[in-house]
Structure formats: C-alpha cells, structure tokens
C-alpha cells in the first residue's frame, strides 16, 4: 500500500484550486471585454423589461444582474416572498443609478436600463380573447405609455372591470427595446397562455422584439438533466435559440459575486450585442422580415449561428 504524504495533497490541492481559479479568472476578463465591446457599440442604454408570472424571481434577477456587474449585493428592485405581488409598480432601474466607477472610460459604458413590474397574472390571459388585461398592459408598456410608478395593479383592475383608460403620449425614455422572460425552475408550470399573448402583442408592434429567457430558482432543481431539458422545452415554446436563455441560481442580501457571475455576465454580453435582431415568430404566424433597430450598427461580435432552422434574435 503506497502511503500517502498529507502535505503534498494539500499542495495539490491548492494548485488544483489555482488552476481552477485562474481559468476562471481569465475567463471573467474575457467575457468582460466582449460586454464592454458590446456596450461601446450601443449608442445609448436600452431598456430591458423583465416578464413573466409573479413570484418568478423578476426583480430578484434585476439585483442578481447588478451584483455581478458591480461585485456588491443592493437592493435596486424590491423583492418579496414569492406569494403575493410585491412589485405592483412601474419601476425603472436606470444604469446612472447602478453604473457608476471610478474609470472614466468604463462610466461611459451604455449598460442596460431594467423595468421591472408587476408579474403577468395568468388568470388575466384568456386564449379564447384577443384583447385581455395582460396584453393591454404589455400593450401600453412596451410603447412607453406608462409613467414611471404607475400602479399597475390598479391599471389591471380598471382594465378588468372595462374602464377606460386614457393614454399618455409614447415617453421614449421608457419604449422597451428587449424582452426578457422569466420563469421559475421551482415548478413544472409554463405559461404558455402568457407566452403567447407576449408574442403576439410584440407581432402587433410596428417593431419587434428581441427575446430572451432566464430560468430562476435553479437551486431547486438539483437534475442538470432536467434542466436542460426543461431549457430546450421553453426554447421550442416560446421559439428562440437554446443560447439566449440562462438558467440562474439568484443572488440574496448578503451575498457576493461568485463563479455565476460568469454566466451572469456572458448573458449580458448578449443581450447587448449592438447588431441585436427582432425575434421571428412562428407560433403566430407573421410575414418574414427583419426589424432592425434604431442604434443597429456593424457587427463587432461573433453572431450566434442559427440552429435547428430557428431564428436567433
Ligand atoms: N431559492 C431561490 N429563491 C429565489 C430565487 N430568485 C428569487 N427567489 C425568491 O423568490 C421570491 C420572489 O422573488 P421576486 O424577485 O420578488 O420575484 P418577482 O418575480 O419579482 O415577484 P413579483 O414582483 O411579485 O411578481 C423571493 O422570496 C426571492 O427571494 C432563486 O434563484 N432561488
Ligand atoms: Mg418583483
């Protein structure tokens, strides 16, 4: 039997641990330059809207996002305990109120503004109607016509109960430029009613949207393959490529960045890639034609190539 020195395996160890951490390490710079490319392209911020059902873990991405971008833990969104709504308003995290380094240079970058707001109510989405609450709302978001802190739990109400409700003039500040859809890992449950109804409110816009996907609450599902799968599932349902959806463990108070930020961070890079295209439906069926963007400039990253035939942005 070969005796084993006690010393040397912790040497090893620590190597291993250095190894480890000096991939890691370079990997993080790396990803942070293809974000700052990225960004440098992007004429001005762009404003994110967070979807999905309530308790999903919207505002807590919006903070877990923050965290690794700046390596310390604030709360910028309220979150709450996951049963009853607790963002009910309009609230946008603008990046002058979470970007602010020290560098000149990195200050300058265009980081994305988040809207966060009230989690969709499945029971407001009926798939026999075309005009439910939901898609008024989406209706009135994604078109900046909303003020900041509108109450849309109230708006939902009036809406229910066939109030009419006066339109503000489109506020460009707050016109949505990208969607990201939320959903939570801790169950099985789908809302493919919503989804829907998000789609075909951004088919009616004179421009669509570029989609993209988090799955929160991974913790709760320890079967990598499950996950995965589950990952593949909600990219043929809601029609955009496996690599725009992340699956995500969400930071906590008290927590600092730690290898997810990565992750985090390599999914911010793109979402912000400059050349960005509208997602293409095609569980509602629409005309092919590319959306470009306001800001569209030449490509300064690597695009994705398309896979499975399906549109990527
Ligand atoms: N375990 C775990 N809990 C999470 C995660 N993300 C969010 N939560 C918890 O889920 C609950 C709801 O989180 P929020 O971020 O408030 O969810 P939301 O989608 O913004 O909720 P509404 O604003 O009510 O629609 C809170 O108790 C969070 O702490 C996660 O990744 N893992
Ligand atoms: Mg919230």
């Not at 970058?109 to 009926?126: A, H, K, R, Y």
């Not at 003039?169 to 789908?190: G, P």
């Not at 393959?225 to 593949?232: A, C, Q, S, T």
């Not at 599932?233 to 600092?256: F, T």
């Amino acid at each position: 039997m070969t005796e084993t020195n006690p010393e040397n395996e912790t040497k090893v160890d620590e190597y291993q641990g250095s190894l480890a951490n000096s991939k890691e390490d370079e990997r993080r710079i790396e990803v942070w330059n293809e974000l700052k490319a990225n960004l440098k392209e992007i004429k001005k911020p762009k404003n994110v809207l967070l979807l999905g059902e309530y308790g999903t873990g919207k505002s807590s991405f919006i903070n877990t996002v923050i965290t690794a971008l700046t390596g310390k833990y604030r709360y910028y969104a309220d979150i709450g305990s996951g049963n009853l709504h607790s963002t009910t308003r309009l609230h946008k995290i603008s990046c002058k109120e979470y970007w602010n380094p020290e560098n000149e240079e990195d200050r300058a970058l265009n980081l994305p503004n988040f809207i966060d707001i009230i989690g969709l109510d499945v029971q407001l989405s009926n798939p026999y109607e075309r005009d439910t609450v939901n898609s008024q709302i989406m209706n009135l978001i994604l078109n900046g016509k909303l003020s900041e802190d509108t109450d849309l739990l109230d708006l939902g109400m009036k809406l229910k109960e066939g109030k009419k409700i006066v339109e503000k003039s489109e506020d460009e500040s707050l016109v949505i430029d990208i969607i990201v859809i939320v959903v939570s890992l801790e169950d099985d449950k789908i809302p493919h009613t919503l989804l829907d109804e998000i789609y075909a409110e951004s088919k009616k816009r004179s421009r669509q949207f570029p989609v993209f996907a988090v799955l929160t609450k991974s913790d709760k599902c320890n079967d990598q393959e499950k996950l995965e799968k589950k990952k593949k599932y909600i990219a043929e349902e809601i029609s955009i490529d496996v690599r725009k959806i992340l699956i995500c463990k969400n930071y906590h108070a008290g927590q600092n960045p730690d290898s997810r930020d990565v992750e985090i961070l390599e999914f911010l890079t793109k979402l912000c890639d400059p050349c960005l295209k509208a997602v293409k439906l095609h569980k509602v069926e629409v005309e092919e034609e590319q959306a470009t963007l306001p800001d569209t400039v030449a490509p300064t990253s690597t695009p994705i190539p398309p896979t499975n035939g399906c549109s990527l942005m």
